[in-house]
């Protein structure tokens, strides 16, 4: 799905017709399902990168969102670790994270399409949170499939959703968590694919919505790119982020891939280490396989039993990746690592004292991948995607850091 009016600095092949990153991603779902992929991938065809619609999201992102978000120079952490480091702050973006991204473009496509509503899934509530604000801005009403553990685990999120609301079902069904929630949604989208338009909210699932997802986030690396050059008057030796199911990272790193002297690196979740179930490091550790519509890396056992993973970080607490992360692995092009829960939160830490401000725990494992890069390549300009604020994790950080801190 190539299109004409793309920027001549971002050659896209892929995906190809298939909806394939090489061997990975595709459309692996029950027949039900077809009619519903196929309409919404005439509908990106049709808008998508049409001058109205990029227009009118454009216009959303900047009065609404808060974009351009800022990139900072980080002069502490670059004297601590012995390099030159910028960040790109996706944490002041509206709701506090990239998220808000692509629910806004989704919700600007959903209306496009005719949808009446708007149907999201989500696991630590970030999507949710999201996909509610976004649906309230256009005028539309949000069902958000949460699992029956997150609703618990994730209280405050609920509420953030149900005062802009949202209508928030928690499954009982499956696992109780997030992979629940998106077979919950797939079949409630099954039930009226012409009415309902389904948000999906990282770059994974069945064709085409890891082409989308990229495609509605790639704002993340645009600005980014321009705002090094402006600033550092030159393009960093690195690009580094966050690795759950992908999206900021796609986003960050796709306006660099043409660009051969720019490294890219994505870190994943290394939670307590290399076992099966300690960790949510699908590239790092996993194996080929399909999960939910698509055929990626997945912690699996030797069965091809989809595993429960743990990752100190909710939002990266997920047993697949993107197709094209799988991809882009193996071509090369991008070097993928983890990060433990103790590492991570080292990372954060430094952070919050020496720069003031407090990550995401999630967007905390890039900063842990980003110091190690600079001790192995010192002087190095490296560019960190800071993919959301902290505070949403002030309960995790009250068990750990914190109590550290006190004794
Ligand atoms: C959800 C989330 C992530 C992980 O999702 P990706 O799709 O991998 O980007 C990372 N950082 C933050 C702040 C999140 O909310």
């Known amino acids: 799905m190539s299109s004409p009016r793309r920027a001549a600095a971002e050659p896209v092949t892929l995906p190809d017709g298939k909806g394939r990153f090489g061997a990975f991603g595709g459309r692996y779902v029950p027949e039900t399902l077809v009619p519903a992929l196929d309409r919404l991938q005439a509908g990106i065809?049709?808008?998508?990168?049409h001058p109205d619609f990029q227009a009118e999201f454009l216009h959303e992102l900047k009065t609404w969102v808060g974009r351009p978000t800022?990139?900072?120079?980080?002069?502490?952490?670059?004297?601590?670790?012995?390099a030159q480091v910028w960040l790109k702050r996706e944490d002041l973006a509206h709701t506090g994270a990239h998220k808000i991204n692509n629910a806004v473009g989704q919700t600007l496509l959903a209306k496009r399409l005719g949808a009446k509503r708007i149907i999201a899934e989500t696991g630590a509530g970030q999507h949710g949170v999201a996909s509610a604000a976004a649906a309230a801005r256009l005028g539309m009403p949000c069902t958000v499939y949460m699992g029956a553990v997150d609703v618990q685990?994730?209280?405050?999120?609920?509420?953030?959703?149900?005062?802009?609301?949202?209508?928030v079902v928690a499954v009982t069904g499956g696992d109780q968590t997030l992979r629940a929630a998106i077979d919950e949604a797939l079949r409630d989208w099954v039930s009226d694919p012409d009415g309902t338009y389904y948000s999906l909210g990282s770059a994974v699932g069945p064709h085409p919505y890891p082409y989308l997802v990229r495609e509605l986030q790639s704002v993340i690396g645009r600005e980014a790119r321009a705002q090094m050059l402006e600033a550092a008057g030159r393009l960093p030796d690195v690009a580094v982020a966050c690795v759950g199911g992908g999206s900021n990272a796609i986003g960050l790193f796709h306006p660099f891939l043409a660009d051969a002297g720019v490294q890219l690196l994505g870190v994943e979740a290394g939670g307590r280490g290399a076992g099966l179930g300690d960790n949510a490091a699908s590239l790092t550790y996993g194996t080929p396989g399909v999960l939910q519509g698509s055929y990626t890396l997945i912690l699996q056992d030797a069965f091809g039993q989809v595993r429960e993973t743990h990752s100190v970080s909710a939002g990266?607490?997920?047993?697949g990746v993107g197709p094209e992360h799988a991809y882009l692995m193996h071509s090369g092009r991008v070097s993928y690592e983890s990060a433990t829960d103790s590492e991570?939160?080292?990372?954060?830490?430094?952070c919050a004292k020496y720069e003031g401000i407090l990550p995401a725990i999630e967007s905390a494992h890039a900063f842990a991948g980003a110091r190690r890069f600079a001790e192995k390549n010192p002087g190095a300009h490296i560019l960190i995607g800071c993919s959301g604020r902290g505070d949403k994790d002030m309960p995790i950080l009250q068990n750990t850091l914190l109590k550290a801190l006190h004794r």
Do not use: F, I
């Not at 065809?45 to 990168?49: D, K, M, Q, S």
């Not at 800022?70 to 012995?82: D, I, V």
């Not at 990266?316 to 047993?319: A, K, Q």
């Open 45 to 49: 065809e049709t808008h998508l990168h």
């Open 70 to 82: 800022a990139l900072s120079h980080a002069p502490a952490l670059a004297k601590r670790w012995g």
């Open 153 to 167: 685990r994730q209280a405050p999120n609920v509420d953030r959703m149900k005062l802009l609301g949202a209508t």
């Open 316 to 319: 990266l607490d997920y047993s």
């Open 344 to 350: 991570s939160l080292d990372a954060l830490a430094e």
